[in-house]
Nanobody, 123 residues
Framework: QVQLVESGGGLVQAGGSLRLSCAASGLTFSIHSWGWFRQAPGKEREFVGGISKFGGSLYYQDSVKGRFTISRDNAKNTVYLQMNSLNSEDTAVYYC????????????????WGQGTQVTVSS
């Protein structure tokens, strides 16, 4: 049984930082590319960024470039989303997702999803 468990969300003041983790089990972590998505209240889910199988390719939505960093630790079966300089527009539920495809972009087919973790940025 595949499980993706996000953690690290919470309440943070504008300008602050959070580090989200996504721990995976039940699948071969290293052969998957990983994406992070978010969904704010009343809005559609959107792609935040992704990291390829070997970590050599990274993709970010324009609004988070320079502020967010995605990384992965194959030994720990975990992918991370470091978020800095947070603002109110980053408030959302954040999800990690796994794709067997080589490129973790917004249109990739993601087979597995986590349950999400809430990030709330207060101004």
């Amino acid at each position: 049984q595949v499980q993706l468990v996000e953690s690290g969300g919470g309440l943070v003041q504008a300008g602050g930082s959070l580090r989200l983790s996504c721990a995976a089990s039940g699948l071969t972590f290293s052969i998957h590319s990983w994406g992070w998505f978010r969904q704010a209240p009343g809005k559609e889910r959107e792609f935040v960024g992704g990291i390829s199988k070997f970590g050599g390719s990274l993709y970010y939505q324009d609004s988070v470039k320079g502020r967010f960093t995605i990384s992965r630790d194959n030994a720990k079966n975990t992918v991370y989303l470091q978020m800095n300089s947070l603002n109110s527009e980053d408030t959302a539920v954040y999800y990690c997702a796994a794709t067997i495809g080589p490129l973790p972009g917004p249109h990739a087919i993601y087979s597995y999803w986590g349950q999400g973790t809430q990030v709330t940025v207060s101004s």
